[in-house]
């Protein structure tokens, strides 16, 4: 029998009530489960980085403690592997000490798009390409679920900013949709079949995700097929009942019990029988998954876990520049070590995806292994990581005379835990002052710097011209320190490419003119154009282009082949070419197939990535890559026709290791009845780009792309206040003044260092009503302070004892 239908065997006995009491989080972490029936409690834990476990089982709050763990790089630095196998050891890993510590599910990873550098949760997701966004979230996938431990893929869907990220709804296009912001959970959900899906904050066309049927009924399951789980993030659902009737199935955290409520709801036909007898039905199979574990050989213990993350730091960590072959350094002799990341790493983000490490080593404590005292690498801190750490005058005075004693300056810089972090977005893409000043100081004195950069996304670097190497190592985990040791020293070749663009300004980015919002709308003007995408078609100078990463050899292009040279409606195209390593070292080369059409009537992309292969070579191999495209390679979604489709044209297909650097290009004959799409009048400035940036772009042009009006956000009136309403929304009448009093006060005393308090204070004013049982009140309450804010003293009274969704 299969799990599936043991899980329908097991429902079919159970209550209405019984049934209800599954559809809803057991307090933060768990899922109900029923011993006496045959499945058990499911324990669900973040995150994206590794296992983030509270102390106690008893303890909901992680803030007060979690359980040490490896913590292992960071998804920006993860994707610039471009090896799924890679993910999937790194999510083996994770899963081994899920399964130490009695976690059912892990919730990663999220392959939301980088559509914007200033998204302060960046370094959680992959990339700003679906197809190497969704191929690494399914790697991590199997890797964890091959050993009977589930993942939740978050966040669904176009989650892709933290301003307001409890209420913006998300403006997009059907085609920019289903081409960029969907790829990425289509291809893991069809290659991998997570187990469960969370569900975003934000809405989309108005619909907040939780009660979107569209997108979690009709897309999700009806067209990809999806047999697990949906759950809420945590707090996003903003009426249970709505939720549950669109395709939710389990309403997290849950604090309450609404059981005999549901199932009120479901005998009034509010909400079907059906619908809560498939949900609870879907629980039960996911317990019952759940009690299959593989579990680690005895021989993985925690060391190979830290291998684990060092591997998989070197092996993605990015060379961006390397004047005359500086780097390596063997031994970093003639060096000084300049930067206080050297001593005091950045080697994670802020948020749900922090992790206590069991194991930190800095870049220091590596260099001065197996060194005697007295004979360290000489080190200064330079600058300051908080208004703590002592005179910036000083310490950049004792940075510049280190550096003018020695041959070669190792300068580690990058930006401060207080810059990027859940919640939040970064204000611009500056590296902090200080550290720019530094560098300066350091180059009058010593020519010879390398540039070590810890950060989640990209920043301006108006010293790339002067620095003689450029090493990114992103957040690199607990290991970051003997990872980029070793990379700087050549005891590992980088192999890493950059899974985003890294732009010389922000003024440069697409999306910059109306990111992150407009009246509580998140406008996606730029539409498919993200990324590499706009700055090739506007033919737009880039700092670093997508997928660009050098090494310590040289690799060379050859032998394309591809057959047939025509393509019809039933057919694929062969393409087969070689790649070489024509240098003096082992390394690994990352061979890219984008494609493009020419003199297409559709709106597109000068090309797109189609596929990917990460090969290490010897000095002298070489390899041959053979790949496969079919129709779905050539196609475009069609918003008219609701479906994809292949132009008749042209096609180029081009080979290199950057979205700009393809030596290698073929041509392809695509015959098909489908003739394209052409709106060249209505959408002028979409077919010729502006080199300058889309501030051009009009509402009327995005409306006609759209194929709607863009539908305005009404405000909030006073006295008409909703449970979706804000604390800010409220902050004018007299219980919201009391809210923000009494949040301050605990913010105050919470909150370490102090420079979080502003971020943390501007989260808590944009936290809508709803979600005060985060805050360790009953829903009710909630409804209370909406009547407050109302001026309804009275109905508060009552809705405070009674009232339910």
């Excluded at 057991?26 to 102390?55: A, I, M, Q």
């Excluded at 970093?332 to 300049?338: A, M, Q, S, Y």
């Excluded at 490490?357 to 007295?374: E, Q, W, Y």
């Excluded at 700009?660 to 695509?670: F, W």
Aim: proline share 5%; charged share 25%; hydrophobic share 40%.
């Amino acid at each position: 029998m299969s799990i599936n239908e043991e899980a329908k065997e097991i429902v079919a006995k159970m209550s209405v009530k019984e049934k209800a009491a599954l559809v809803y989080g057991d307090g933060t972490w768990k899922l109900h489960g029923n011993h006496k029936k045959g499945f058990e409690v499911v324990t669900v834990n973040d995150g994206p980085c590794g296992l983030r476990k509270p102390y106690s089982d008893k303890a909901d709050d992680v803030s007060i403690g979690a359980i040490p763990a490896t913590c292992f790089p960071a998804p920006c630095l993860m994707a610039c592997s471009w090896d799924p196998s890679l993910e999937e050891k790194v999510g083996q890993a994770v899963a081994y000490e899920c399964i130490a510590n009695k976690t059912d599910v892990i919730l990663a990873p999220g392959v939301n798009i980088k559509r914007n550098p200033l998204c302060g949760r960046n370094f959680e997701y992959l990339s700003e390409d679906p197809l190497l966004a969704g191929k690494m979230g399914a790697g991590y996938i199997r890797g964890v679920q091959n050993q009977g431990v589930g993942v939740s893929l978050k966040h669904f869907a176009l989650n892709n900013q933290e301003t307001h990220r409890f209420t913006y709804s998300a403006v997009c296009d059907a085609r920019a949709m289903r081409e960029i912001y969907l790829k990425p959970f289509e291809i893991a959900v069809k290659e991998s079949s997570p187990w469960t899906v969370m569900c975003s904050y934000n809405r989309i066309g108005g619909v907040y995700s939780a009660d979107n049927r569209w997108l979690l009924t009709d897309v999700l399951r009806k067209e990809w097929g999806f047999d697990g789980v949906v759950v809420s993030d945590w707090g996003a659902t903003t009426n249970p009942i709505v939720s549950h009737a669109s395709g939710l199935d389990v309403q997290m955290p849950c604090y309450e019990k609404y059981a005999k409520h549901i199932a009120k709801n479901v005998k009034k036909g509010k909400l079907s029988a059906t619908a809560i007898t498939e949900e609870a039905e879907r629980v039960v199979a996911l317990s019952l998954k759940c009690q299959h574990k593989i579990g680690p050989t005895s021989a993985f213990n925690e060391g190979m876990a830290f291998e684990v993350a060092k591997e998989a730091a070197e092996k993605s960590v990015v060379l961006l520049k390397n004047d005359d072959d500086f780097l390596p350094i063997a031994g970093l002799k003639d060096c000084c070590v300049i930067g206080a990341f050297a001593k005091t790493p950045r080697y994670q983000g802020a948020g749900s995806s922090r992790v206590n490490p069991l194991k930190i080593v800095d870049f220091l404590t590596s260099a001065n292994a197996g060194r005697s005292s007295g004979n360290e690498v000489p080190y200064a801190k330079g600058y300051r990581l908080n208004e703590k750490d002592g005179d910036p005058k000083v310490l950049k005075l004792e940075a510049v005379d280190l550096a003018h004693s020695h041959k070669k300056v190792i300068l580690f810089l990058g930006l401060p835990d207080e810059y990027e972090a859940e919640g939040f977005d970064r204000l611009n893409m500056l590296l902090p002052l200080e550290q720019v000043e530094l560098f300066d100081a350091l180059y009058r004195v010593n020519q010879n710097i390398v540039v070590v950069l810890s950060c989640g996304a990209p920043v301006e670097l108006p010293f790339a011209s002067k620095a003689k190497a450029i090493l990114l190592g992103y957040l690199a985990g607990e290991a970051s320190g003997p990872a980029l040791f070793d990379t700087l020293t050549g005891a590992n070749n980088p192999s890493g490419k950059l899974a985003e663009t890294w732009p010389l300004h922000y003024n440069d980015v697409p999306s910059q003119a109306f990111y992150p919002l407009s009246d509580n709308n998140s406008l996606y003007k730029e539409s498919i154009f993200v990324g590499y995408r706009y700055y090739e078609k506007a033919n737009r100078t880039v700092l670093y282009p997508f997928g660009y990463g050098l090494s310590y050899t040289k690799f060379a292009f050859s032998s394309l082949k591809v057959t047939p040279s025509s393509l019809n409606e039933k057919g694929s195209v062969s393409v087969s070419f070689k790649v070489s390593n024509i240098g003096t070292k082992e390394g690994s080369e990352v061979a890219q197939i984008y494609v493009g059409q020419k003199n297409s009537k559709t709106l597109k992309a000068l090309r797109e990535l189609k596929y990917f292969e990460k090969v290490n070579l010897k000095p002298g191999q070489s390899k041959v890559i053979k790949a496969v495209l079919t129709l779905q390679d050539f196609s475009n979604y069609d918003d008219t026709l609701e479906r994809y489709e292949a132009e008749e044209g042209t096609y180029l297909i081009e080979v290199g290791d950057s979205s700009v650097d393809l030596p290698l290009n073929a041509e392809v004959d695509v015959k098909s009845p489908y003739k394209g799409l052409d709106r060249r009048a209505q959408l002028s400035t979409y077919y010729n780009l502006p080199s300058k940036g889309l501030l051009l772009i009009g509402d009327e042009e995005f409306e006609r792309l759209l194929g709607h009006p863009i539908s305005t956000d009404i405000p909030a009136k006073p006295h008409h206040y909703c449970l979706n309403n804000t604390i800010k929304d409220i902050s004018n009448t007299w219980i919201g003044k009391k809210i923000i009093v009494e949040l301050k006060k605990r913010m105050i005393k919470d909150s370490d260092p102090k420079q979080y308090q502003d971020q943390i204070m501007d989260m808590l004013m944009d936290t809508p009503i709803r979600m005060v049982s985060m805050m360790g009140l009953p829903s009710k309450y909630g409804m209370a302070i909406v009547d407050l804010a109302n001026r309804r003293p009275i109905k508060a009274v009552f809705d405070a004892m009674f009232w339910h969704y």
